[in-house]
């Protein structure tokens, strides 16, 4: 079956515009995630979807970062204002369902350049 | 919160063994273990939940120290395709359910 997909694959943007990238789980799978991924770093840990409940925001670094799910699936994350430190990799991942005993599957990634 | 991975970075002659550990500073339901090569997206290796287990999966295992919150993983007679960055990942006993990747340990495998 589709596996989770991402778009834009890559993105290059002026400092100070918007962005919104998409994220598509795989179909079935309550629980999605936005991780961000520097270059040659860790997974940052930014947000957290899992049904109905409230998401779990902790992770992201300013309000300028915002992310909703519509109708329990298709997952958008906007950054407004983007700035250099923006640029990273935006990786979303999936599960079945919330953690802890179920595997995530990572989509592509989003490529981010603020120039 | 984040779990703390060691080694850094491991360089191995094809055929050696090598083990990378995670380690919490909380008490821990559950280790989950990726491995991500150049360009790509992390992959699922396993799942360890408290308990005290142990995983297999071919070569490659891992353990879970529910009393230490550690866990390892052993990669034995290690293949050139072993070669990524391994980044070991912790779900808190108490708190929210998302998971918390480590910073990773780059893993290079040579002939």
């Known amino acids: 079956g589709a596996g989770v997909s991402q778009s834009p694959s890559n993105k290059v943007t002026e400092k100070g515009k918007d962005v919104e990238l998409r994220c598509d789980p795989i179909?079935?799978?309550?629980?999605l995630y936005w991780y961000r991924q520097s270059l040659g770093q860790g997974l940052e840990f930014l947000i957290y979807f899992q049904g109905n409940s409230a998401p779990d925001k902790s992770g992201l670094p300013s309000d300028r970062f915002s992310a909703e799910r519509t109708g329990g699936s298709v997952s958008t994350l906007t950054i407004q204002r983007t700035q250099q430190e923006d640029s990273a990799v935006y990786l979303c991942?999936?599960?079945?369902?919330?953690?802890?005993?179920?595997?995530?599957?990572f989509g592509p990634g989003t490529r981010l350049t603020v120039t | 919160q984040q779990p703390v991975q060691s080694p850094q970075a491991v360089i191995l002659r094809e055929g050696e063994d090598a083990v990378i550990n995670c380690s919490s500073s909380?008490?821990?339901?559950?280790v989950h273990w990726y491995r991500q090569k150049h360009g790509e997206a992390p992959v699922f290796l396993m799942i360890l939940l408290k308990g005290g287990e142990q995983k297999g999966h071919d070569k490659i295992s891992a353990s879970f120290n529910e009393k230490k919150q550690q866990s390892s993983l052993y990669l034995t007679a290690s293949q050139l395709s072993y070669s990524g960055t391994y980044f070991c990942g912790t779900i808190t006993q108490g708190g929210s359910e998302k998971l918390v990747f480590g910073k990773g340990t780059k893993l290079t495998v040579n002939p």
């Open positions: 991942a999936s599960s079945f369902k919330s953690q802890p005993s179920y595997e995530q599957y």
């Open positions: 179909s079935g799978h309550t629980a």
């Open positions: 909380k008490a821990l339901y559950s």
